[in-house]
C-alpha cells in the first residue's frame, strides 16, 4: 500500500520569501512517481510538478523545484518567490510505476497563505 | 483543448433522489478517474478506466454508487438513491497513461443533499 503524509496543516508566508511545503512517502513499488498539485480557492486541480523515482536531477517548472530525497522517502515542493496567487491548497501525490496501474494516492494538503 | 469537461457544476438534491454526474474527458486520452473530495475524508478515488472498461472500483463506498463509460468521450457517475452524507466535490480527471503523464482534473461538481 502507498502512503502520503504532509504534516503542515497550513502556513503563513511573507510574499517574495521562498516557502518548503513537506512531503513525506512510503511504498514498495520500487519504482514510481511524485506530484504535486495546487487547489486554488475556486477548486480546480492544477498540476505543477512531476519526479521519476530514478529521475537522477531534481525536477524544476519555473518558481516550482522538488527536493527529492530518496533515501528519506521524502519529495518538498519548494517555491521560490511567493506571490499572492500562491495562496492555496496543496496536495502532494504518488503513482507505482506499475504496469496498467494510475491510482494516484494524494495527501491530506497543506493550506498556504501567502502574506503582503 | 477544451480540457475535462463536467455537469453539472453545481447539484443539489433531497435525500433519496437519484443524481447523476458526467464528464467528457480530454481527447485522446486513454484513463478516466472518478474522485470525490471532502473536508473529512479528502480526495478519494472512486474508479478509474482504462479505453472505457473499469479497472479498479475498489473506492466505490457503496452499491448505491455506478459508473459507466459507454464509449472513449463520455463517462458518467450515478448515485442511486442519494444520502446527505453523499455531499462533496466529485472530480472527473483524465490521462494518457504511464510515466510523467498527469491527472488533468475538470472542474468538479459540487453535490448537496438535503
Known amino acids: 500500500a502507498q502512503k502520503i503524509t504532509q504534516t503542515q496543516p497550513g502556513m503563513f508566508v511573507q510574499e517574495k520569501e521562498a516557502v518548503t511545503l513537506d512531503c513525506t512517502y512510503d511504498t514498495s513499488d520500487p519504482s514510481y512517481g511524485l506530484f504535486w498539485y495546487k487547489q486554488p480557492s475556486s477548486g480546480e486541480m492544477i498540476f505543477l510538478i512531476y519526479?521519476?523515482?530514478?529521475?537522477?536531477q531534481n525536477a524544476t517548472e519555473g518558481r516550482y523545484s522538488l527536493n527529492f530525497q530518496k533515501a528519506r522517502k521524502s519529495a518538498n515542493l519548494v517555491i521560490s518567490a511567493s506571490q499572492l496567487g500562491d495562496s492555496a491548497m496543496y496536495f502532494c501525490?504518488?503513482?507505482?510505476?506499475?504496469?496498467?496501474?494510475?491510482?494516484?494516492?494524494f495527501g491530506t494538503g497543506t493550506r498556504l497563505t501567502i502574506i503582503p | 483543448d477544451a480540457g475535462v469537461i463536467q455537469s453539472p457544476r453545481h447539484e443539489v438534491t433531497e435525500m433519496g433522489q437519484e443524481v447523476t454526474l458526467r464528464c467528457k474527458p480530454i481527447?485522446?486520452?486513454?484513463?478516466l478517474f472518478w474522485y470525490r473530495q471532502t473536508m473529512m475524508r479528502g480526495l478519494e478515488l472512486l474508479i478509474y478506466?482504462?479505453?472505457?472498461?473499469?479497472?479498479?472500483d475498489s473506492g466505490m463506498p457503496e452499491d448505491r454508487f455506478s459508473a459507466k463509460m459507454p464509449n472513449a468521450s463520455f463517462s458518467t457517475l450515478k448515485i442511486q438513491p442519494s444520502e446527505p452524507r453523499d455531499s462533496a466535490v466529485y472530480f472527473c480527471?483524465?490521462?494518457?497513461?504511464?510515466?510523467?503523464?498527469?491527472?488533468?482534473f475538470g472542474p468538479g461538481t459540487r453535490l448537496t443533499v438535503t
Open positions: 501525490a504518488m503513482r507505482g510505476d506499475i504496469f496498467g496501474n494510475e491510482k494516484l494516492t
Open positions: 481527447s485522446g486520452h486513454d484513463y
Open positions: 519526479q521519476g523515482s530514478y529521475d537522477q
Open positions: 478506466f482504462n479505453n472505457n472498461v473499469p479497472i479498479d
Open positions: 480527471a483524465s490521462s494518457l497513461s504511464g510515466g510523467s503523464n498527469e491527472q488533468y
